[in-house]
């Protein structure tokens, strides 16, 4: 099967920890979707982790243990630089204590990145409060990708590469 070709720099932004929407359906294609409290990209693109709030995203997580396919667009709040990922499978797992740095590094460079267009990080820190015990771990590989960055490229696909 094919995977898609994540150029460097929109793969860098990913990596770096921007904003994430992430979305389903269920089976009558009404739409379910949350922000991501934290995301981990590995393996240049191969392999994505998205972790979401129990309590906030219960349709989603419902609609993802169903069998419905997941997209997440990460999103640069600056430049609005987004990619839009989809995968028609996902494993789920509890967030642990060992996912505890990985989420802190999520949110110090969300703090950034939200910073940078006018808002404090303490507002930043509000929006992705959680506890550990509260997330789960959505993981990934992705099928399809996507340009979402405004402008005349907008919902291309992105090019894909052999296996």
């Known amino acids: 099967m ?8 929109l793969l860098a932004m ?3 920890g921007v904003s ?10 009404r739409p379910s979707m949350m922000r991501a409290m934290g995301s981990s990209v590995e393996s240049e693109g191969r392999r994505i982790t998205v972790f979401v709030s129990r309590a906030q995203a219960r349709q989603l997580l419902q609609d993802l243990a169903a069998g419905a396919p997941i997209a997440a667009v990460f999103s640069e709040p600056a430049t609005h630089h987004c990619v839009q990922v989809k995968a028609s499978r996902v494993a789920m797992r509890d967030a642990t204590s060992g996912d505890e740095s990985l989420l802190a590094r999520y949110l110090a460079s969300m703090e950034r990145e939200v910073q940078r267009v006018g808002f404090p990080p303490h507002l930043t820190r509000a929006m992705l409060a959680c506890r550990v015990s509260d997330l789960v771990a959505i993981e990934f590989e992705p099928e399809q990708a996507f340009d979402q960055t405004p402008g005349p490229r907008a919902g291309k696909p992105l090019v894909e590469a052999a296996p």
Not at 2 to 9: A, F, G, K, M
Not at 20 to 29: F, G, K, P, W
């Open 20 to 29: 994430v929407i992430v979305a389903s359906r269920d089976a009558t294609l």
């Open 2 to 9: 094919s995977r898609p070709r994540i150029p460097p720099e």
């Open 14 to 16: 990913m990596a770096r």
